[in-house]
């Protein structure tokens, strides 16, 4: 069963909780304790604003067990605001060709479904394009 | 330190492709059994096991007692080395270090990988254990994608045209047009890549190697120790280096810097003595064509973002400066996982040996192998040597 080890995980999944270092101010996303700068301790807990951009993209036609139903969807390296990239589905594109640089923020969507209609939904964070009011 | 050659005493391979009436063991002692055959008999006391996939494709771990077992060896030290992509150059490595320590007088190095014991989606879930599972294989990543991403990135930021890595296929192809093992035995055109299918953008089919399966095997020993007679002219493991970079791309200050292919490549160089430009041809890790891009810039053949130019003006073909994938690399020959970087030595032996055919480097002495996992997560150089 892989509930525990989704569970753990659900201040990013869902908060885009990362670490922000107390030595050298460098935001850290996933967490990782170490700080990637200076590598200093760093475990203070820093949410992210979700707000980010574009920096490198792509489709996936053939996907993994647990994703191929959603075939095809488009992921990215999303640069956050705040320094770090990650990586993520963008969702709710619709027409709009996705650039090098398109302004995204964070939703929480689903993202796989382990085995058959009892299996356990995987929820997290994924991009869409930024709203104008946002 | 023990100062004393490593000789690479024996090379054995399969033809890398789809063996469907093949099993895992059985396709893992073909190669053995070259290998040991080629060595003119030395007998193995260590076996190291090249394998990314296994339990998870064929539901098969604990490949050091089966290979063993299989291959007539039972009571020999053996374990499976694993490092994705790079399992290859890591078994290579550990064999290396087990022989130059001189806990091991001849050890025995067998890649194996059997990707057609699962199909589907199951070899994608399979191949994206090798990420980051809880921020990058969770989002549905594949390392097509992965690869795509930094080839997008690379081609904006270095102004590429839309053709402008055709050139490592083109010179792959050509290569494994001429070799018995290779995957693909067909030289391509340039419009054939220009309407290739997509796979994820920008990467087409033909910026892709296909995975396939695949063994081959070397025989490492100390020079004295080799048996009376040894026929086939020296060639010695001149350098040897490893290095692990930040395993998810995100966490990469710079992504298209291939940090860890540089850091080995330095280090095995300067091991071996040479410079790069006393490199006689150069096996890189062309999973994919970006990967060969950013693994010529790491070496210090190009400058950043200048690699394709090598695949575009020749540098990289046979007769080139820098002569790269001889053999067909990844693309042609195939890349069968964790065999890949043990099928380098074995391509980079043979040529050194002078034993490489209508592909032979005139006067090749030193050739620069590098297995990668992921795009340069773990990185493994090697330079072997025609010894005198």
């Not at chain 2, 893992?28 to 290998?35: H, L, N, P, R």
């Not at chain 2, 007998?43 to 996939?53: E, I, K, T």
């Not at chain 2, 050139?167 to 001429?178: D, E, P, Q, R, Y």
Request: net charge negative; with cysteine.
């Amino acid at each position: 069963m892989e509930i525990p080890r989704h569970w753990r995980l659900k201040g990013q999944r869902y908060g885009l909780v990362g670490e922000v270092c107390p030595h050298c101010e460098a935001k850290i996303f996933p967490p990782r304790d170490i700080c990637p700068s200076c590598g200093q301790e760093a475990k203070t807990l820093y949410a992210f604003s979700g707000k980010g951009e574009v920096y490198s993209y792509t489709t996936i036609y053939e996907a993994p067990t647990g994703y191929d139903e959603n075939a095809p969807y488009t992921v990215a390296l999303v640069k956050l605001d705040e320094g770090p990239l990650v990586t993520a589905q963008l969702t709710d594109v619709g027409d709009q060709p996705i650039q090098i640089g398109m302004p995204v923020e964070m939703v929480t969507r689903k993202l796989r479904q382990d085995g058959d209609e009892r299996g356990m939904l995987v929820y997290g964070y994924k991009f869409r394009p930024r709203l104008a009011v946002s | 330190m023990i100062m004393t050659d490593i000789i690479i005493a024996g090379i054995g391979q399969t033809p890398v492709g789809e063996h469907w009436d093949i099993s895992l063991r059985e396709l893992g002692f073909k190669a053995i059994e070259a290998a040991i055959a080629d060595s003119g008999g030395l007998r193995p006391q260590a076996l190291f096991v090249g394998n990314m996939l296994a339990p998870n494709l064929s539901r098969q771990a604990h490949l050091g007692a089966l290979l063993a077992d299989f291959a007539g060896l039972t009571g020999v030290e053996a374990a499976t080395v694993e490092a994705a992509g790079a399992s290859g150059g890591a078994a290579l490595r550990q064999g290396y270090l087990a022989v130059k320590s001189g806990f091991v007088d001849v050890a025995l190095v067998v890649g194996v990988e059997k990707f057609t014991d699962a199909i589907g989606s199951g070899v994608e879930a399979a191949l994206a254990t090798t990420f980051d599972s809880d921020f990058e294989a969770v989002q549905g990543m594949t390392l097509a994608a992965q690869a795509a991403m930094l080839m997008r990135r690379y081609m904006r930021e270095f102004d590429v045209p839309a053709d402008g890595l055709s050139g490592f296929a083109l010179t792959a192809h050509a290569n494994g047009a001429s070799n018995k093992n290779a995957m693909f035995q067909k030289a391509i055109k340039l419009e054939t890549y220009q309407k290739a299918e997509m796979i994820s953008e920008p990467i087409n089919m033909f910026d892709i190697a296909p995975n396939a399966d695949g063994a081959a095997a070397l025989v490492l020993t100390r020079r004295g120790l080799l048996p009376i007679g040894f026929s086939h002219p020296l060639v010695r493991i001149a350098g040897s280096a490893s290095a692990s970079d930040r395993l998810a791309l995100h966490d990469r200050r710079d992504p298209l810097t291939f940090h860890a292919s540089r850091i080995t490549v330095e280090k095995a160089l300067e091991q071996a003595g040479i410079s790069f430009e006393q490199v006689s041809l150069f096996e890189y890790h062309d999973a994919y064509s970006i990967y060969a891009a950013l693994s010529l810039e790491a070496a210090g053949f190009a400058r950043r973002g200048q690699g394709w130019k090598l695949a575009q003006d020749g540098a990289i073909a046979l007769t080139g400066k820098i002569p790269c994938a001889t053999l067909g690399g990844l693309k042609a020959r195939g890349n069968p996982g964790g065999a890949t970087g043990v099928y380098q030595a074995v391509e980079a032996a043979t040529q050194l040996r002078g034993q490489a055919g209508a592909n032979q480097i005139a006067g090749a002495r030193y050739a620069l192998i590098q297995s990668l996992g992921g795009p340069a997560s773990t990185a493994i150089s090697h330079v072997l040597e025609r010894a005198e």
